[in-house]
């Protein structure tokens, strides 16, 4: 019999009138990161998302970005949550919680999270209010908040120390992916049981 273990892989694709999304993740990957959004500086930050949390992500997008580049980063991060929690399955066996905490040079965050099924962001960082090429630096927030309520994922963000905004930005990023990492590995003691005393998440 097949393992499902072996292919926690999940794609998704959404299509409204502001953007067309097609994203695939896998969770027991390598890092292997293929990211197009027409945002540069936000396709540097999936890939350190990736790459740091271990994740096979590939990411093509296509928004209107020549209003904004606001809906593309939200409905990435819409789709981002929506495919790991499809991976993710029945979640039996996985860890559950996850916190990691990533320096980058004078910035330093704390990224702590429950797969929970209760999808909220807790966004405690001052990001400084500055343009990331056409990336607005409050989107890092919104991309968060996307993110989390649809993987159903409680996740907090704790700025330690920072004041270069692509430092604090890029250091959370990273936090988030490598806390998921640990979130989302099945441990072998408990490998057929949920992580709930609810008896599901």
Avoid: W, Y
């Avoid at 994203?23 to 396709?43: H, K, M, R």
């Amino acid at each position: 019999m097949e393992n499902p273990r072996e292919a926690r892989i999940a794609q998704v694709v959404r299509t409204t009138k502001e953007t067309d999304i097609d994203l695939t993740i896998n969770l027991d990957g390598t890092g292997e990161a293929d990211i197009s959004t027409g945002v540069p500086f936000f396709d540097h930050m999936l890939d350190a998302f990736a790459r740091h949390g271990l994740f096979d992500l590939t990411v093509k997008a296509q928004g209107d970005i020549e209003v904004s580049a606001h809906h593309t980063v939200e409905d990435v991060g819409i789709v981002l949550g929506q495919a790991v929690a499809k991976a993710l399955g029945d979640k039996r066996g996985i860890v559950r919680f996850g916190t990691s905490f990533v320096p980058m040079d004078e910035s330093l965050i704390q990224a702590s999270l429950d797969i929970s099924g209760r999808g909220q962001l807790h966004f405690a960082i001052d990001v400084p209010m500055e343009m990331l090429g056409i990336f607005n630096s409050s989107l890092a927030k919104e991309f968060f908040i996307a993110f989390a309520q649809n993987a159903g994922i409680t996740l907090h963000l704790i700025e330690a120390a920072g004041e270069n905004t692509h430092h604090i930005i890029e250091a959370a990023f990273k936090a988030c992916g490598r806390a998921l990492c640990d979130a989302t590995r099945i441990n072998p003691r408990v490998a057929d049981a949920l992580p709930s005393t609810k008896g599901m998440l």
